[in-house]
């Protein structure tokens, strides 16, 4: 299993490929959207003004364009959100790979780190670190890694350790090939689809997290982001004056996004697990005759 | 059964690791951060807080110019005695009493929430892996996965504009209608579950697909198993087999993520608490921050964390009581 | 009349390449208090017919043609509820894993109470308790295990447990799927033995499904042949005996070390079992077999009857 074998699997299942073009669109917008619209922080129309040809998505309650800022805020959340997937998986991938790998002693004292942060209060604890570190996306970042980075580490321990204790880990040991090599070249290879799926549940948790942060005033709020127009929108009174177009297309747009992301891991989860999508197949040809018993069904002449 | 009650006990013995781990943190972030937390407090109310107050204060906190070692063991004796201090946004009310009713109202929101989107969302996950490729298995996990996309704190936000501002139907803030007074009597109660009815509702539907997706891809997993066909070789009835022989087991793994969900049900559902402004723990904890109320912040952290150990370690005991493998 | 008659059985499954036939026009009869043998390797399809027989094959499996006759009685063509009251009545399973076969959260105590009340609901609780101590006597287990979780007992016992499970409602059929497999081969000896005293005293018959033909030859009273998803050959056990006739057969037989006599080599048979998805043309055997002649390749050979009832696909042998 390579990188470019998955990659390949991914596009030709169906409900990757969905997922993935769902996620082409909102990196595209993020890359190019913010030169294509007008300044997010000017004060450009009458405040609190209904989806109209002026303003696509309404005005905010201080005169800006809720289209632009919907647009350019696509950039910071899905990069913080993208950066923190990866950092999670990185360090979740370290400690539980050296942790699965190695065992014993070590294995102790590293899954004890684990099992005490997993058990920390994630967002508790990440509004208390947010409002004594300096605001920004720098501290969102480090909060979400440091309260996200166990459950990775975890999943990825598991897989290492049942892995370690295969045949041809064992063949490579005796054969003399040295811990690094071990690693990269077959333990590795062999948890790509597990790293990749647990990178994207990452970043759909990192997303959300950052969003919630954000909305209770604990990011920047004078940079544009998704989660501080959320804050904005409440911020103005939004729900009492009925301003609903400052917050709905931005609730849509995270549900899209992440939405699309976990429609990438069905298929991620189909790819690793080929026995989910040989059951799904026999599921839909035989539908009429899979019977809630249980018993073999019977077709004459078979199925092709 | 004297392997189990070591079982439990190691498992106890981590839990009060890491709780130990989660008071010292406590302890020393304040210390960490820049400036005297009692020096930011006067700053604060600039001649509003008697010195005698401040002085009060700096004792609750146990910043005294005592070596720290010092201080962590006034603290640590403080928190034993359950004295958590005094909090400064609700001066003079001391911070456990403030913690407490937090804490029920937390309970009884977030509580009941998870507790029907559980068993609602399990049920349907069940139902949907026994019938595979029937209506209840292609639409709903799609749909309920569109649905839980969405943060929930939006959801809230939607519903509480289009229930609550929009359609009138439901209160729009608080835990309990004006003009009741909280006890055991009827209008209180069912004022209560009036206004806890669209948050609940708000958070069941955000986390329903969660569950049913869990509950679903562990039963058909369990389906695929020996004992399964071997039931059904048997002879036994469907709804035997589907409830005694694969839900039971295919509940195991999904009590974890109960008991997980648990602790952090009493962390508060912290935005939804927000929006509707119900005084929840986690309303409770968003206020001291803006109030810079670092004794209540500092209980609230520290209530909830043990909150989350507690609650798992009651997972462990479930799970004992249900596996009887782990028992060996 | 025959107890169960299988006819030209065809079992598919569906993988993601499209379907495999795992079993290939499979066909034999067992007559009441027979004990009829079935050998192959694995993936011959011998475990897979039995249990699509039985109707309990899961998916990703179908049947796609033949028949399948109980008693006169039309399997494939029986409802749910025809098939649940049939199942365990007049046919029941030994599974190769007993470990697998129970659910490992319940008693052996509620095994029983649930096989026993799916049938026989008007019996007491009481009552039903004693007819599984009875059930456990009958396979020598000590009738306290029914407190025990299938983890808490031994491979052996298991086995055991699970046989008195299958004679809990006195079977006209038993099959047992690759029943001692798992185990050593003392405890193997032991529980083969109780079976069939079991089968003497009570009278059903058996479906024996193994890979050890040595081990068959000891008591089955027909023994068929299955090869890549297709009956080879099938007759009483003496032919086999005396090194039966089919090339595969003789292969099988001549690998079968002996204990006594000169020392030998070890002969087996070369090659490997093919793949289903693009079985060999002609006779499945062709590539591995020492007497494969130009019709083998071309021609799929059928089961032709050579002497005294006993029954060979083979070009070179009929």
Redesign the interface.
């Known amino acids: 299993m390579n990188p470019a074998l998955l990659f390949r699997q991914m596009i030709a299942n169906r409900k990757a490929r969905a997922g993935m073009i769902i996620f082409g669109l909102f990196a595209v917008v993020s890359l190019v959207g913010p030169w294509l619209v007008q300044d997010p922080t000017a004060f450009t129309a009458v405040p609190h003004q209904p989806p109209s040809w002026d303003n696509w998505f309404g005005t905010t309650g201080q005169g800006q364009d809720v289209f632009a800022q919907t647009i350019v805020g696509t950039r910071v959340t899905l990069a913080v959100g993208c950066a923190t997937g990866f950092l999670v998986v990185l360090l979740g991938a370290v400690v539980g790979g050296i942790a699965g790998y190695l065992g014993g002693r070590t294995d102790n004292l590293l899954s004890l780190l684990i099992n005490v942060f997993l058990v920390m209060p994630g967002l508790p604890l990440m509004v208390v670190l947010a409002a004594w570190l300096p605001p920004g996306p720098m501290t969102i970042l480090s909060v979400l890694v440091l309260t996200g980075w166990a459950w990775n580490a975890r999943v990825l321990r598991a897989q290492t350790l049942s892995l370690a204790q295969r045949d041809f880990v064992l063949a490579a040991k005796v054969s003399g090939e040295s811990t690094l090599r071990i690693v990269t070249a077959e333990i590795l290879p062999n948890m790509l689809s597990l790293m990749t799926s647990s990178f994207i549940g990452a970043t759909i948790y990192a997303i959300g997290a950052q969003v919630g942060l954000e909305f209770l005033g604990l990011g920047d709020i004078s940079k544009v982001t998704w989660g501080t127009n959320l804050y904005w929108a409440s911020n103005d009174s939004a729900l009492l004056l009925g301003s609903w177009w400052t917050f709905v297309p931005t609730g849509v747009c995270i549900a899209l996004l992440g939405f699309g992301l976990t429609l990438i891991n069905f298929g991620v989860d189909e790819i690793a697990n080929p026995q989910l999508a040989t059951e799904s197949r026999w599921v839909r040809k035989l539908k009429s005759r899979a019977t809630a018993d249980g018993s073999t069904p019977v077709v004459e002449g078979g199925v092709k | 059964m004297n392997r189990s009650v070591e079982y439990l006990l190691r498992r106890l013995g981590?839990?009060a690791?890491?709780a130990w781990?989660?008071i010292t943190l406590n302890f020393l972030?304040p210390r960490m951060?820049p400036g005297d937390p009692a020096q930011i407090m006067f700053a604060r109310f600039k001649g509003e807080m008697s010195p005698a107050a401040i002085a009060a204060l700096r004792e609750t906190f146990g910043i005294t110019d005592a070596p720290i070692w010092q201080q962590y063991f006034t603290y640590l004796r403080h928190l034993l005695s359950g004295d958590l201090g005094v909090s400064v946004s609700n001066f003079p009310e001391p911070v456990v009493s403030v913690i407490a009713t937090g804490l029920s109202w937390s309970i009884f929101l977030a509580g009941s929430a998870l507790i029907i989107s559980f068993l609602v969302g399990t049920s349907l996950g069940a139902l949907a892996a026994?019938?595979?490729?029937g209506l209840l298995d292609s639409i709903t996990p799609p749909l309920l996965?569109?649905l839980?996309?969405?943060?929930y704190?939006?959801?809230a936000?939607?519903a509480?504009?289009i229930f609550?501002?929009?359609l009138g139907w439901f209160p729009l803030w608080h835990a309990y209608p004006e003009g009741t007074s909280p006890g055991l009597n009827l209008p209180f109660l069912l004022g209560a579950l009036y206004h806890a009815a669209l948050p609940a509702a708000t958070m069941v539907i955000a986390s329903l697909g969660g569950w049913m997706l869990a509950m679903r891809n562990t039963m058909?997993g369990i389906?695929?198993?020996?004992?399964?066909?071997?039931?059904?070789?048997?002879?036994?009835?469907?709804r035997?087999?589907l409830i005694?022989?694969a839900a039971?087991?295919a509940l195991?793994p999904n009590i974890t993520g109960f008991g997980m969900a648990l602790?952090?049900v009493l962390?508060?559902a912290?935005?939804t608490e927000?929006?509707f402004s119900y005084p929840g723990q986690?309303y409770l904890?968003?206020q001291a921050?803006?109030a810079q109320d670092y004794p209540l912040?500092q209980g609230?952290?520290l209530t909830?964390?043990l909150a989350?150990?507690g609650a798992?370690w009651l997972v462990d005991i479930v799970t004992l009581m249900?596996?009887?493998?782990t028992r060996? | 009349m025959s107890l169960l008659r299988v006819e030209n059985l065809m079992v598919d499954y569906l993988t993601p390449e499209g379907a495999l036939r795992a079993v290939d026009g499979v066909s034999f009869e067992l007559k009441r208090g027979e004990i009829l043998g079935l050998v192959g390797e694995s993936g011959s399809g011998k475990s897979t017919a039995a249990m699509a027989a039985m109707r309990i094959l899961g998916p990703p499996a179908l049947i796609a043609g033949g028949s399948v006759l109980f008693d006169g009685r039309d399997v494939l063509t029986m409802s749910a509820e025809q098939l649940r009251r049939w199942h365990w009545r007049e046919i029941a399973i030994v599974m190769q894993s007993a470990l697998n076969a129970l659910n490992p959260v319940l008693t052996m105590q509620e095994h029983f109470l649930d096989t026993i009340a799916a049938h026989r609901p008007e019996m007491s609780k009481a009552e039903m308790l004693k007819r599984a101590a009875e059930l456990l006597k009958m396979v020598d287990i000590d009738p306290r295990h029914l407190n025990s979780y299938p983890h808490e007992l031994s491979g052996g016992m298991r086995q055991r447990v699970v046989i008195a499970l299958a004679l809990t409602l006195n079977p006209p059929l038993l099959i047992m799927d690759e029943p001692t497999t798992a185990l050593d081969v003392v405890v193997e000896r032991e529980i083969l033995k109780r079976v069939l005293q079991l089968q003497k005293e009570l009278g059903f018959a058996i479906l024996f499904i193994t890979h050890d033909l040595s081990l068959l030859l000891e008591f089955a009273t027909r023994l068929g042949v299955l090869y890549a998803g297709r009956l080879v050959a099938i007759g009483a056990v003496e032919i086999f005996r005396q090194g039966g006739v089919h090339p595969y057969t003789q292969g099988l037989l001549q690998a079968v070390p002996q204990l006594r006599g000169k020392r030998e080599a070890f002969k087996s048979i070369a090659g490997s079992p093919p793949s289903l998805k693009n079985p060999p043309s002609g006779c499945r055997f062709h590539p591995r077999c020492p007497l494969a002649e130009e019709r083998c390749r071309k021609e799929q050979p059928e089961l032709k009857k050579t002497q005294s009832g006993h029954q060979v696909a083979c070009h070179v042998r009929t």
């Open positions: 981590f839990y690791l890491a781990v989660a972030i951060m026994w019938r595979r490729g996965a569109l839980g996309a969405f943060p704190f939006w959801m936000m939607l509480l504009f609550g501002f929009g058909v389906l695929g198993s020996d004992y399964i066909t071997y039931a059904r070789a048997r002879g036994l009835a469907p035997r087999v005694r022989y039971r087991n195991l602790g952090f962390g508060g912290l935005l927000i929006i986690g904890l968003i921050v803006r912040m609230l952290f909830i964390t989350v150990l798992n249900l596996d009887p493998r060996r």
